[in-house]
């Protein structure tokens, strides 16, 4: 059973940066692909980034890419989503996850159904 708490949630003005960070226990942390979902009230759990073992097998949500960065310390057993030049339409709560790093994951990186275990989630809301 592997547990996830995220932290570095907060308010901030659009335009800011902010990192949130996760730190996983009770499993073999290399093994497990690590993500980063976000949920608007209102709207459906969405996608935001996900990594593999290294930096090299990394995905990102359209709405994302070029402006949040995943990364993950296996030694730390840690994932950290740096988020800059942020937006009022990124306020969300913000979960991090984990699936296990296989053909599932692989084909499907995008999916909640590649992961079997999630945080409670940090709020990050950005003022306008």
Known sequence: ???????????VQAGDSLRVSCA?????????AMGWFR??????????????WS?????YADS???RFTISRDNAKN??????NSLKPEDTAVYYCTAGAYGSSWHAY???QNSYDYWGQ????TVSS
């Open 64 to 66: 994302v890419k070029g």
């Open 109 to 111: 990186p995008k999916s």
């Open 39 to 52: 949920q608007a009230p209102g709207k459906e759990r969405e996608f935001v980034a996900t990594i593999g």
């Open 24 to 32: 996983a226990s009770g499993g073999t942390f290399s093994r497990y």
């Open 78 to 83: 840690t994932v950290t989503l740096q988020m």
């Open 55 to 59: 930096a090299f097998n990394t995905y």
């Open 1 to 11: 059973q592997v547990q996830l708490v995220e932290s570095g949630g907060g308010l």
């Open 121 to 124: 989630g940090t709020q990050v």
